[in-house]
């Protein structure tokens, strides 16, 4: 059996990373069900998180 995926925010986070290698790196195959399982996680798209953590950290 396979673990569970998970869309990881820390590495959205801490890697410049696109976010389509990230999924990948998660075992995602489709960036687009990454996406949708990272919203869910945390409320926000990866970009906008990005976004976000980067304007908390300047």
């Known amino acids: 059996m396979t673990p569970p995926r998970r869309a990881r925010p ?5 890697t410049a990373q696109p976010i389509k290698a990230i999924a990948r790196a998660t075992g995602y195959e489709d960036e687009s ?7 869910k996680l945390t409320l926000l798209w990866p970009q906008a998180y ?4 980067t304007m908390r950290a300047a």
């Open 50 to 53: 990005r976004v976000q953590r």
């Open 10 to 14: 820390h590495a959205a986070e801490t």
């Open 33 to 39: 069900s990454f996406r949708k399982a990272f919203r």
